[in-house]
């Protein structure tokens, strides 16, 4: 199990930091070969759950049925991910935006079979913008403890570039959206 922690400072209101760094299917166009799938309706809140999809050979609709563990928590299988993929599914435990000048926090747990363990992102405001902490606590099972520095290296190469994306990148306009429906 590893521990790493990531932060950056934007100049991106508190508010729009957060919008940007909780939206879900915006990470999984930052992450290669990732999919993001929602199990329960939006908008996200304490008890939403949602699933991150990694691999390659993805086959049938993508979907995967919602289960309990041995502990009763929410647990996706991956009957169609194929050979070389896994599913991520991840539940919000703690939702709190940002609020006039107070900070913002959401903690995720992670309660797959093969990735566990949880993830905080902290918006905090600062100035005319805003100071984001993402700090994760990661297991993968079948990597021995001995590798830990290593995940940890290449977790905070891989999603210190996620949220370098998503904090960089333009939000969608009401015409993007509009094209978007003509296409």
């Known amino acids: 199990m590893t521990v790493f922690r990531i932060s950056r400072a934007v100049t991106l209101p508190a508010d729009e930091a957060w919008l940007r760094v909780t939206d879900w299917r915006g990470h999984a166009a930052q992450v290669p070969l990732t999919t993001v799938s929602s199990v329960t309706p939006s908008p996200t809140r304490v008890g939403t759950v949602f699933v991150a999809r990694s691999g390659i050979g993805r086959s049938g609709s993508g979907r995967s049925r919602l289960g309990r563990s041995r502990r009763g928590r929410p647990e996706l299988g991956r009957p169609e991910l194929g050979r070389f993929g896994f599913d991520d599914p991840m539940e919000v435990v703690h939702w709190q935006p940002p609020d006039g000048g107070a ?58 570039r996620a949220l370098d994306g998503l904090l960089n990148r333009p939000r969608p306009t009401a015409m993007d959206a509009a094209g978007a429906a003509d296409n």
């Open 103 to 160: 900070p913002g926090l959401c903690r995720l747990e992670k309660r797959g079979r093969v990735i566990t363990g949880w993830a905080e992102i902290e918006v905090l405001p600062e100035g005319p913008g805003a100071v984001v902490v993402w700090v994760e606590e990661l297991h993968i099972r079948l990597v021995p403890r001995l590798l830990d520095p290593l995940v940890a290296r290449v977790a905070r190469l891989v999603f210190g």
